[in-house]
């Protein structure tokens, strides 16, 4: 079990989330930015042929890679070495590889740099959030991840507004300056966060701890259970946004409507996330969790129905409400990873998250992507389904192995 008590004075506890906070929203801004306008930067021009579907995917791909391929040992790197240093560093790391991007257009070079971030971003991911699962107490942790998904999503879904507008009006040829400018959001980022953990006292992590048993403790299946839901979310998520931009530009809509109404839903995140947050800490997370995938199970049906009948008012605004209770999910299932992690292997633990949702970006690029490219709208509503069943599946799984480790034992009487 995790501690019931969050940890530091309540000073302490205030400067640390802070710190991550703020780093969580320029990293998040910064990728967002550079997600917008990655296809056509890489290809040199708007909209998608065929092969520019593949090459993009394939490319884009290399930074989830990175990521579920290496977080793991970024997870035991900060439990066993302390969880700020793992933070600035993996901040500092992205920081120059954003730089570097603006460098090339080569597909091999970017592939490269796209697998070295994915490790930098694991390794962000994973200290970040362990450091709010320690600072947190048990009956706030739903408060707090809330506040942490609201950062997190505004600083995604902002950027890549911000994205959408930059390649409105840039030039094809000064798109590596979005690069750039990501570089430098970073940067001011990592200062921030260093500025407010100084007045943070360190704590040494469990250097003497064996690999094995911050391992044994982390791969457990209520740990499993609570994380598998979001493989199949960042498949959707994955897919979406990386052709979103381009898709709706060779579609004939304007992007800066397409980028008023993202940056408006990442608002929107800002005021309901720590809300539903806290209704996990009232409620139970399971419910909540149930709620959230109901959700999304509900944004695959509209997804569906969207191909195939276009985009009529009342259609959309089914998606917007399906969509928006979607959004329960995440805070109430990252404060139920955050209860069942132990100190000795809490990074892990919460590594596992970010492990699941870069395979889930990485698979929801390539199996998206060569669904569509064989099937045409057959592939999405398959890609579409296997989603839905995917959540639905394994939000009953968590049912059944919660009732089962609940169950009243039985007992030998005595003789």
């Known amino acids: 079990m995790a501690d019931a008590q969050a940890s530091g004075?309540?000073?302490?506890?205030?400067?640390?989330?802070?710190?991550?906070?703020?780093?969580?929203?320029?990293?998040?801004?910064?990728?967002?930015?550079t997600l917008a306008v990655f296809a056509e930067y890489l290809t040199g021009h708007p909209g998608l042929t065929g092969n520019d579907v593949a090459a993009v995917g394939l490319v884009s791909g290399a930074a989830p890679v990175g990521e579920?391929?290496?977080?793991?040992?970024?997870?035991?790197?900060?439990d066993r070495r302390g969880r700020f240093p793992v933070l600035f560093g993996g901040i500092a790391a992205a920081t120059g590889l954003f730089a570097l991007v603006a460098a090339t257009r080569s597909?091999?070079?970017?592939?490269?740099?796209?697998?070295?971030?994915?490790?930098?971003?694991g390794a962000i991911l994973a200290a970040s959030l362990a450091v709010i699962a320690e600072r947190a107490g048990a009956d706030e942790r739903g408060l707090e991840m809330?506040?942490?998904?609201?950062?997190?999503?505004f600083g995604w879904i902002g950027g890549f507004a911000f994205g959408l507008f930059l390649l409105s009006f840039v030039p094809d040829r000064l798109l590596g300056l979005s690069f750039l400018l990501g570089a430098g959001l970073l940067a001011g980022g990592l200062g921030l966060a260093v500025h407010l953990a100084r007045r943070v006292p360190r704590r040494p992590g469990a250097r003497g701890e064996p690999v094995?048993?911050?391992?044994?403790?982390?791969?457990?299946?209520?740990?499993?259970?609570?994380?598998?839901?979001?493989?199949v979310i960042y498949m959707l998520i994955g897919f979406a946004l990386v052709f979103l931009g381009t898709a709706a530009k060779s579609s004939g809509l304007p992007l800066t409507y397409l980028a008023a109404a993202i940056g408006g839903g990442g608002l929107l995140l800002v005021l309901t996330q720590p809300r539903f947050g806290r209704l996990a800490d009232r409620f139970g997370r399971r419910p909540m969790m149930?709620?959230?995938?109901?959700?999304?199970?509900?944004?695959?049906?509209?997804?569906?129905?969207?191909?195939a009948y276009g985009t009529p008012i009342p259609l959309l605004a089914a998606t917007g409400v399906c969509v928006l209770v979607a959004l329960v999910y995440g805070p109430a299932a990252l404060a139920?990873?955050?209860?069942?992690?132990?100190?000795?292997?809490?990074?892990?633990?919460?590594?596992?998250?970010?492990?699941?949702?870069?395979?889930?970006m990485w698979l929801g690029l390539i199996v998206g992507t060569q669904l569509y490219d064989?099937?045409?709208?057959?592939?999405?509503?398959?890609f579409f389904g296997t989603v839905a069943a995917g959540l639905v599946v394994l939000t009953a799984a968590r049912y059944v192995v919660d009732a089962r480790d609940t169950a009243p034992r039985a007992t030998t009487p005595a003789r």
């Not at 209860?339 to 395979?359: G, N």
């Not at 064989?374 to 398959?382: A, D």
């Open 336 to 360: 139920a990873l955050a209860d069942l992690s132990v100190q000795i292997s809490r990074a892990t633990t919460m590594a596992v998250y970010s492990l699941t949702i870069s395979l889930g």
């Open 146 to 153: 809330g506040r942490f998904d609201a950062v997190n999503l």
């Open 107 to 121: 597909e091999y070079a970017l592939a490269g740099i796209n697998f070295l971030f994915g490790i930098a971003s």
């Open 374 to 382: 064989r099937l045409g709208n057959l592939g999405l509503y398959l």
């Open 290 to 307: 149930t709620v959230g995938a109901g959700g999304f199970v509900g944004v695959m049906v509209c997804a569906s129905l969207l191909v």
């Open 68 to 78: 579920f391929t290496t977080v793991l040992f970024s997870g035991v790197l900060a």
């Open 212 to 231: 094995r048993s911050i391992l044994r403790t982390t791969f457990r299946l209520r740990v499993l259970l609570v994380t598998l839901p979001w493989l």
């Open 9 to 33: 004075t309540d000073d302490e506890r205030r400067w640390a989330l802070e710190s991550v906070f703020g780093a969580t929203f320029f990293v998040r801004f910064a990728f967002g930015i």
